[in-house]
């Protein structure tokens, strides 16, 4: 069983699940309802609500947020000073915490540094948002994704390099680093892992 690693300066409140492994950093502070997965990374100064579900093996690098209503599944990168939001339309003077919207971040995704995710969408499997990019709309499986707001620009393998595919049609390749096997179709990517 690995150790859970606190640092002396960060609070974690009672209640918090952590698994084992996990390691947080300076002035990082996790709420007491959330569930954090095992050997997760928490950069100095992040926060974690309260409603909030972090799966294993997660880098949450330093200055990022993450509130209530988002979830991360195993194997998300969420870059330097990177933004969650959870309500669409905040006010200082109007409570809205019953608004509130679910922002689910599929496994082995990639959230850029400085990107912004606006609440309520999905980030598909292995997906990679650039820095600065900001999302406002679902984002496919394996889509490679940048700008104001963020589009397409082509599709990204899971070992995290550019594929060479169209944005549409059909067509196929194979990963050099990993052997995995690429299809587009429909405008969905599905990969085949090596030998599979």
Not at 6 to 33: K, L, M, P, T, Y
Not at 78 to 95: D, K, Q, Y
Not at 126 to 134: D, H, I, N
Request: aromatic residues 6%; proline residues 3%.
């Amino acid at each position: 069983m690995m150790a859970i690693s606190i640092h002396a300066s960060a609070i974690v409140d009672d209640g918090a699940q952590i698994g084992e492994g996990s390691r947080i950093w300076h002035f990082a502070h996790v709420c007491g309802g959330a569930r954090i997965g095992r050997g997760v990374s928490l950069g100095q100064n992040v926060f974690v609500g309260n409603r909030v579900e972090i799966g294993d093996r997660c880098k949450v690098q330093n200055n990022v947020s993450v509130y209530d209503n988002v979830t991360l599944e195993e194997d998300v990168f969420c870059g330097p000073s990177m933004v969650f939001t959870n309500v669409h339309n905040p006010r200082a003077l109007i409570e809205r915490k019953n608004e509130y919207r679910d922002t689910r971040v599929k496994r082995g995704a990639t959230l850029g540094a400085n990107c912004t995710i606006v609440c309520g969408v999905t980030v598909g499997t292995f997906a990679f948002v650039g820095a600065g990019a900001v999302v406002s709309r679902d984002v496919p499986d394996f889509a490679l994704m940048v700008g104001v707001p963020a589009r397409q620009i082509g599709w990204i393998s899971a070992f995290g390099e550019r594929l060479d595919l169209p944005l549409t049609g059909a067509n196929k390749t194979i990963c050099p680093h990993t052997g995995d096997r690429y299809a587009l179709r429909d405008g969905r990517v599905i990969r085949t892992e090596a030998g599979a």
